[in-house]
């Protein structure tokens, strides 16, 4: 493997948690996973990117720390836009989500670089269980522009489960693995049995984290400078970066303390004098800004547990996972629900970045000897938009006909019969959706594409045979074949949606290698970053304190039939 360890593998594999607040890099060594750490010994880095005025990529505590003086040249929570197209600013420049993922995932890889020597390097790389199809494939993306081969993409919670299970290969009991991190939520049910992880159900928030707690209290410490000032600090750019790195800082000591102070002489400035904030805050206020949220959390958790159909107390573990997770009130809950208090065997900001290496272990075969499988499922039901009639006799149009349903333990594939809707029709168009409403208009498009060629028919509707095949990656592939003449067309959704040209990938290429150029030195002065007095006068302003319905039957198929194969046996 190239690791000093005399494993199997061509090349190393390293395992990634990038995570929305902080991210880390792990890979195993002596059957054993490991963080590997920063040149500067950091076991786990913030998800920041900074440009600072040299035109310099800086990633890490030192970017994270210029969010406050520099918030127009700097990035973080970049994970909640993956999959999205549109841009993000960032210095003079605008990135794709997935272009500042890359640079993260780059200063990963120059870890692993000096680790394990220079050279090609696959990677394992998590995902919350409950990202779309496009975020997964945004986030593979990030990962071949960071130069990493990335052949496999496994959800959080499954990794943690995965750190937990290769130190309890004996057990046979379930485990409900909480993952509240910085910006998604997830949860998993999952049965060890002998060695074998199976996921049994996972649901969760995208959308729902610690960013969202930190948010809160910045709303709440506005509103007291607002009714004080009558200014809104939050219309201020440095102002709002100020406050979200102090309820931050305040959220996290407040694990720990009943109350903190909060000291801040300049938030804003109104009439060219200071603003400032001097007040404190109570555990107890936080967790009333954040119950709502939690709350949420954990009638989540009663879901995938019904999904499962098993109930808290068929749950011998409870394993939190995710920075989030310290929050007493979060534990106080799982406490109450489950019975239980849940167990921090893995640091909870390193238990996935850990769990990745192992399944990296397992893909080169390091692990091979532990026994440890790891079987997934499918976050979301995956299928057509169909016509069929109501109970009227009436057709209606955008019915979600579901392929896959949720949960449905992967790699698998699925084949539904459906017809053409009327007699007579010879092409149809194939729209694919990720959800789980009745409805398409209400559940995620995936892609679309046109099956022509059908023969026609005066006497009958016209069968045509749909698979599903959904992998590993948790990536899907859809082939449509028209059953009478064989005619097939088939589409990789990750390659027909993301990827649109090969020029627009190398595009991203040479954008980031030309960045990455230009990155800074770990030994370069510390101040040099702030550029002259020109340019820290533009920062800050001259005065120092001036910051500034009808059916389409051609598009449309009808009521579907039935499923013709089962899941597929073989695993990976």
């Given at each position: 493997?190239?690791?000093?360890?005399?494993?199997?593998?061509?090349?190393?594999?390293?395992?990634?948690?990038?995570?929305?607040?902080?991210?880390?890099?792990?890979?195993?060594?002596?059957?054993?996973?490991?963080?590997?750490?920063?040149?500067?010994?950091?076991?786990?880095?913030?998800?920041?990117?900074?440009?600072?005025?040299?035109?310099?990529?800086?990633?890490?505590?030192?970017?994270?720390?210029?969010?406050?003086?520099?918030?127009?040249?700097?990035?973080?929570?970049?994970?909640?836009?993956?999959?999205?197209?549109?841009?993000?600013?960032?210095?003079?420049?605008?990135?794709?989500?997935?272009?500042?993922?890359?640079?993260?995932?780059?200063?990963?890889?120059?870890?692993?670089?000096?680790?394990?020597?220079?050279?090609?390097?696959?990677?394992?790389?998590?995902?919350?269980?409950?990202?779309?199809?496009?975020?997964?494939?945004?986030?593979?993306?990030?990962?071949?522009?960071?130069?990493?081969?990335?052949?496999?993409?496994?959800?959080?919670?499954?990794?943690?489960?995965?750190?937990?299970?290769?130190?309890?290969?004996?057990?046979?009991?379930?485990?409900?693995?909480?993952d509240l991190g910085g910006g998604t939520f997830d949860v998993s049910v999952c049965e060890l049995m002998s060695g074998i992880v199976e996921v049994k159900a996972s649901k969760g928030n995208r959308e729902l984290g610690g960013e969202d707690f930190d948010w809160r209290l910045v709303d709440w410490l506005a509103e007291q400078i607002e009714s004080e000032h009558g200014v809104d600090p939050r219309q201020d750019l440095r102002a709002r970066a100020l406050l979200k790195e102090e309820a931050e800082r305040v959220k996290k000591q407040l694990s720990f303390e009943e109350a903190v102070a909060v000291s801040l002489p300049v938030v804003t400035v109104v009439d060219n004098q200071p603003v400032g904030l001097n007040l404190t805050v109570t555990r107890a206020q936080f967790e009333s800004f954040i119950e709502k949220l939690l709350l949420e959390t954990m009638e989540i958790s009663r879901q995938v547990l019904a999904d499962a159909n098993l109930t808290a107390a068929d749950m011998d573990e409870v394993l939190l996972?995710?920075?989030?997770?310290?929050?007493?009130?979060?534990?106080?809950?799982?406490?109450?629900?489950?019975?239980?208090?849940?167990?921090?065997?893995?640091?909870?900001?390193?238990?996935?970045?850990?769990?990745?290496?192992?399944?990296?272990?397992?893909?080169?075969?390091?692990?091979?000897?532990?026994?440890?499988?790891?079987?997934?499922?499918?976050?979301?039901?995956?299928?057509?938009?169909?016509?069929?009639?109501?109970?009227?006799?009436?057709?209606?149009?955008?019915?979600?006909?579901?392929?896959?349903?949720?949960?449905?333990?992967?790699?698998?594939?699925?084949?539904?019969?459906?017809?053409?809707?009327?007699?007579?029709?010879?092409?149809?168009?194939?729209?694919?959706?990720?959800?789980?409403?009745?409805?398409?208009?209400?559940?995620?498009?995936?892609?679309?594409?046109?099956?022509?060629?059908?023969?026609?028919?005066?006497?009958?509707?016209?069968?045509?045979?749909?698979?599903?095949?959904y992998n590993l990656n948790g990536i899907l592939e859809v082939a449509a074949k028209v059953e009478a003449t064989g005619k097939e067309m088939s589409v990789t959704v990750q390659d027909a949606l993301k990827r649109d040209s090969e020029e627009e990938y190398e595009e991203s290429v040479r954008r980031l290698e030309s960045l990455w150029e230009n990155k800074d030195d770990e030994d370069e002065e510390e101040n040099e970053e702030w550029g002259d007095e020109e340019e820290i006068e533009e920062l800050f302003g001259q005065e120092g304190f001036d910051w500034d319905d009808e059916v389409d039957p051609d598009e449309f198929f009808g009521q579907a039939e039935t499923d013709v194969d089962d899941d597929e046996e073989d695993r990976d």
């Open positions: 493997m190239g690791i000093k360890d005399n494993q199997p593998s061509f090349r190393p594999i390293v395992g990634i948690d990038l995570g929305t607040t902080n991210s880390a890099i792990a890979f195993v060594r002596r059957g054993k996973p490991e963080i590997i750490p920063s040149l500067r010994g950091e076991r786990i880095i913030p998800s920041v990117v900074l440009i600072d005025m040299q035109q310099k990529v800086v990633v890490g505590e030192d970017a994270r720390a210029s969010l406050v003086a520099m918030p127009e040249r700097t990035v973080s929570a970049v994970k909640r836009k993956m999959g999205s197209t549109e841009r993000v600013p960032i210095a003079d420049q605008e990135l794709l989500p997935e272009e500042i993922s890359a640079l993260i995932l780059k200063e990963l890889k120059s870890y692993a670089d000096a680790e394990l020597g220079e050279g090609e390097k696959e990677a394992v790389i998590t995902v919350p269980a409950y990202f779309t199809d496009e975020q997964r494939r945004a986030t593979k993306l990030a990962g071949e522009l960071a130069g990493f081969v990335v052949e496999r993409i496994i959800n959080e919670p499954t990794a943690a489960a995965l750190a937990y299970g290769l130190n309890h290969l004996d057990n046979d009991h379930h485990i409900f693995v909480y996972v995710g920075g989030s997770t310290r929050i007493p009130r979060v534990q106080a809950l799982l406490q109450e629900f489950f019975g239980k208090s849940a167990r921090i065997d893995v640091d909870p900001d390193e238990a996935v970045a850990l769990g990745a290496a192992v399944q990296a272990g397992i893909k080169s075969g390091a692990l091979t000897d532990s026994g440890l499988i790891v079987t997934d499922v499918a976050p979301f039901s995956m299928g057509l938009s169909v016509v069929q009639p109501d109970r009227h006799g009436h057709w209606q149009e955008g019915v979600f006909s579901v392929v896959i349903p949720r949960n449905t333990t992967i790699p698998t594939v699925r084949t539904n019969r459906y017809y053409t809707a009327y007699l007579g029709q010879t092409e149809v168009r194939i729209e694919i959706y990720q959800g789980e409403d009745d409805w398409v208009q209400n559940n995620h498009l995936l892609g679309k594409f046109i099956l022509s060629g059908i023969p026609v028919s005066k006497n009958d509707h016209e069968p045509i045979l749909v698979e599903f095949r």
